[in-house]
């Protein structure tokens, strides 16, 4: 079994709450990056003390409340599936504070960490906050929700993006990487792809591999699976007849997005239009 490749689980730990992901530096290749998902019914609630951690709690899909002990969020969630293609709300939790979610409909919550030692503002992050992007050309077209860009100061170390990509479409390509601290033309930093597909009995590959090849992995990649990218390059393709989304989670010693292309495959940017 691959060691990047993660299926979802079924862990109910308590009344209507349910772990279906849960990578953490203990169980995963992963330093910088951790991610939970957790399916909660209505009126169930999932709380957790965060130590030296900062969080960004997703909206991924149905109605919920959350709060910071300190101040409540209430009815965020935009939609019932992550392909009505519109941005979701979401809160940020700094380090050293107690937080808890609510179910208000059936709703996927995904919680999106990474190591912390300043504590900064809980800060919520409203859809009509979130950056809309349309990239790419040809068969490398996809849309962006920018949620937690390195742009925005909100956090200290997390990134988090969500990414649709359309049928027959590639996606993080041409083929990049973002593990070496080589600043200011490369930064480190680990990800997580969390997949969902539409219509749901689809698949998409994904590719991780390295220069030298001591690490080179293509996953068949089903709904509800997690891909971890703790280095190397990492594309995405998408079947014809379906839908890809991801929901990104970068994280690392610098918060600082900036990616190396495959020179093998960086002509790919020159091409235009016919």
Known sequence: MSKLLRKPEKNEISQGVTIAQEVTAENSPLEY??????????????????G???????????????????????NLGTRESVFEKVPTDSVYV?????????????ARVALCYSPSEKQLPTRLIKASDNGIEQRGILNNKRLVHNILPD???????????????????????????????????????EESYYHEMNPPQGFVFQRVYTDDRSLDETMTVENGDVVLVPVGYHPVGVPDGYTSYYLNVMAGPTRIWKFYNDPDHEWILKRQYK
Do not use: M
Not at 94 to 106: H, K, M, P, T
């Open 33 to 50: 990056v951790g991610f939970k998902i957790v399916d909660l019914a209505p009126g169930a609630k999932y709380s957790e003390v965060l």
């Open 52 to 74: 030296k951690q900062e969080c960004c709690i997703v909206a991924v899909t149905g109605k919920i409340n959350a709060t910071d002990g300190e101040e409540v969020f209430e």
């Open 94 to 106: 700094s380090n050293d504070r107690r937080f808890e979610v609510e179910g208000i409909s059936q």
């Open 151 to 189: 742009s925005a100061p909100t956090a200290n170390s997390l990134l988090v993006v969500e990414v649709f990509t359309e049928s027959g479409n590639w996606s993080s390509y041409p083929p990049h990487k973002h593990d070496r601290d080589n600043l200011p033309e490369e930064s480190f930093l």
